[in-house]
């Protein structure tokens, strides 16, 4: 009799994919939590949670046009940067700032996290970005930012009260201090920032104070996470917020990335979402490690939520996991017009320009296949994989034949061509490990090409996976797959998603 499966053991990221900069609260026994999502619309997601480990989109705060404007103007990696999420006196209050032309700092509010928010409260008296939102026992509400700086602030309408004065300038030689989280914990008010940048040497550091505004005196034993100058696969540990369970232990929420591949490491998904367990010593918070396995909680875990690794478009609106560049307005990005297709209309050029018509899900596994099955009877268009604007690969449909696009910083070429029947036509991508191996090694393979009629993946080009990733492109996201249109008018039927188990262990 063959063995019983046993229960996959919990494992970080436990939100993996472009997932960056999380902000978590509690309220009773459930969590929530919010990322950032620069130049995507929606904007930052919400998930909730009821053990710390398997984590729901709720929604996205920012999902309406008037709440999220990114105009074309803005570039890969602007738009929309770290939130912080909050709940006090029976309300949701989430700041964050748009660093794209006419943005800046605002604020949104919500009864239930899944929306909706409420419309925008400006706070031009906060010019950096990264803002904390944390109120004292008398109801005062103090707004610290990145600097790190802070000022008083009436959270209702954007008011800020007095000059903005620095707190504390980190640890002495690190650079980017930031990501500042502020906190009351029994007699001391501690101050939580990233610093080292967001890249190999991230960390982060905390102080303590008597008061919310200070003076604050560094923990001696900074920084209490950092992966700086390790092999370990798990790197640019930071950015990270504190939450207490029910229970009374204590834990972080941070980001971090996979490297692969040889030397330097390439990072393909972005900057992930990863747990880790604190404990109290002589007043001072102590991180465990921040690892691929979890260690074991001391609670039950939740189940599982189902993977929605399909979408028939057959709802009237996208789900909340889909993204698309900058806006969606209805009439380039709709599923009423045919039911059960989602229809892409163009209203600019190819991938490589700003205002192409792309809608796609985050790449959340290192070795994943999308297929989606695609009528380009009426225009061109096609199934991407994109980290920007200068760097994606591409299988398109166009007048009768299909054919795989490579964009590499100035370079762009067609790299394999194939004439189709006339009709819709299944189109792959599908990323896995490489190889060979060695110093040379990128991070992955990504194939891609189309399906025949038996279902057999008629790969046209398999392409080094490096080209696609943060250590190359530069930059503060991750992978999107998704569905763009260059041309006319381009009809989805369905989209599906699977990933194929494939998990890093390390630098090869």
């Known amino acids: 009799m063959p063995a019983e499966p046993q229960a996959a053991r919990p494992a970080n990221p436990v939100i993996p994919g472009f997932h960056p900069d999380p902000s978590v609260c509690r309220v009773g026994e459930d969590y929530y939590l919010a990322c950032s999502s620069f130049e995507y619309f929606p904007g930052v997601p919400v998930f909730h949670s009821r053990d710390l480990v398997h984590w729901t989109q709720l929604g996205n705060a920012l999902d309406r046009p008037t709440q999220l404007r990114l105009p074309a103007s803005t570039p890969s990696s602007g738009g929309i940067y770290a939130p912080t999420l909050r709940h006090h006196d029976g309300r949701f209050w989430l700041i964050v700032t748009n660093v794209s032309e006419g943005g800046g700092n605002l604020i949104v509010t919500a009864t239930d996290p899944a929306g909706p928010w409420s419309e925008p409260v400006p706070v031009p008296g906060v010019e950096g970005i990264d803002p904390d939102l944390a109120w004292d026992e008398d109801g005062t509400c103090w707004c610290t930012f990145a600097g790190v700086a802070q000022v008083r602030i009436d959270p209702s309408t954007g008011r800020t009260y007095g000059a903005p004065h620095r707190l504390w300038s980190g640890t ?168 059960g297709w989602l229809t892409l209309r163009a209203r600019g050029g190819s991938l490589d320009e700003p205002d192409v018509v792309f809608t796609g899900r985050r790449q959340q596994h290192l070795s994943c296949t999308a297929r989606t099955l695609i009528d380009a009877s009426q225009g ?67 194939s891609l090409g189309m399906e025949l009629p038996d279902g057999t993946f008629d790969v046209l080009a398999a392409l080094d996976g490096r080209y696609l990733s943060t250590e190359v492109a530069g930059g503060f996201t991750g992978r999107v797959i998704g569905m763009y249109v260059t041309s006319g008018t381009v009809h989805f039927d369905w989209f599906d998603y699977r990933d194929e188990g494939y998990r890093c262990s390390g630098f090869s």
Not at 215 to 221: G, Q, T, Y
Not at 256 to 275: D, S
Not at 278 to 285: E, I, L, N, R
Not at 399 to 425: D, N, S
């Open 172 to 339: 002495p030689g690190a650079k980017a201090p930031e990501a500042p989280h502020l906190y009351r914990v029994g007699d001391h008010w501690y101050l939580l920032i990233a610093e080292g940048g967001t890249e190999r040497g991230h960390g982060v550091s905390v102080a303590r104070g008597r008061t919310p505004d200070g003076p604050f005196e560094p923990c001696p034993a900074n920084p209490i996470v950092s992966h700086r100058g390790t092999d370990h696969p798990v790197q640019n540990t930071g950015h990270a917020d504190l939450v207490q369970a029910p229970d009374g232990s204590w834990w972080m929420l941070l980001l971090g990335v996979r490297p692969r591949g040889g030397t330097p490491g390439w990072h393909v998904l972005g900057r992930e979402t990863f747990l880790a367990p604190v404990t109290w010593k002589d007043g001072w918070p102590v991180v465990g490690e921040v690892s691929l396995d979890l260690p074991a909680l001391p609670w039950p875990l939740s189940p599982a939520p189902a993977e929605e690794g399909r979408d028939d478009f057959d709802l009237g609106e996208l789900r909340p996991q889909w993204i698309s560049l900058r806006d969606r307005p209805a009439e380039h990005h709709t599923t009423k017009e045919r039911p």
């Open 380 to 446: 061109s268009g096609g199934l991407a994989v994109r980290l920007d604007e200068r760097h994606h690969y591409a299988v398109e449909v166009s007048a009768g034949q299909v054919r795989v696009v490579a964009r590499i910083g100035p370079v762009r070429t067609v790299v394999a061509t194939r004439p189709v029947p006339a009709g819709p036509v299944v189109l792959r991508v599908s990323t896995g490990e490489p190889s060979p191996h060695g110093p040379l090694t990128g991070p992955d393979t990504v």
